[in-house]
């Protein structure tokens, strides 16, 4: 007879995976982060004051068609970089500022594994950056925002072309 020497005390906990780490989470903040986060009593006309007039330097609208109100996102390293100076201190050495759209997009989007043409982005993981549901996924690629690439079904996430999601981005950017 052989006795198991290591007890499993609570196998409960194999099944909830700790999340991928910080860096790797929600590129694309919602304005309310910052209202939250800044020591400013902000309202959401004040987070687009500050991204007109180029405070905040990366910020999205990727609401749909015809929408009444933009669903805005902000870049989290110009999140950052502006809570950085609104506490007096300086922004990240690297300068988030700096860079170029095309450079911020690839920070923002999942590296392609193949060519940006023919890579896919999984709406699971899109929704995930984009900080958005599935329904607005959704929309957006009915509205010919975003290409999927074969049907999405009943439980099946869609896969989005990444040349798609790279264009859609440049096209909605509120910052050049």
């Known amino acids: 007879m052989i006795i198991n020497t290591k007890p499993i ?5 194999q099944l909830f995976l700790s999340p991928a780490p910080a860096a790797d989470w929600c590129h694309l903040q919602h304005p309310r982060t910052l209202i939250g986060l800044s020591r400013k009593r902000f309202c ?19 609401s749909r068609k015809g929408a009444r109100r933009p669903e805005v996102r902000i ?28 450079q911020v997009i690839g920070a923002i989007l999942p590296k392609p594994p193949l060519a940006p043409r023919t890579a896919i982005v999984r709406g699971r993981e899109l929704q995930r950056r984009f ?11 009915a509205d010919g925002e975003l290409s999927c690439v074969g049907p999405a079904g009943p439980g099946k996430t869609p896969a ?11 096209r909605r950017s509120m910052s050049e």
């Open 44 to 62: 959401n006309d004040d987070v687009l004051r500050l991204i007109d007039t180029r405070q905040i330097r990366w910020a999205w609208d990727i």
């Open 9 to 13: 005390i609570n196998q409960k906990n």
């Open 160 to 170: 989005i072309l990444y040349q798609s999601v790279f264009e859609f981005l440049k």
């Open 75 to 102: 870049w989290r390293e110009s999140l950052l970089a502006y809570l950085a100076r609104e506490n007096g201190g300086a922004p990240k050495a690297f300068g988030a500022d700096d860079l170029a759209l095309p």
């Open 131 to 141: 900080l958005c549901c599935q329904g607005h996924l959704a929309g957006l690629i």
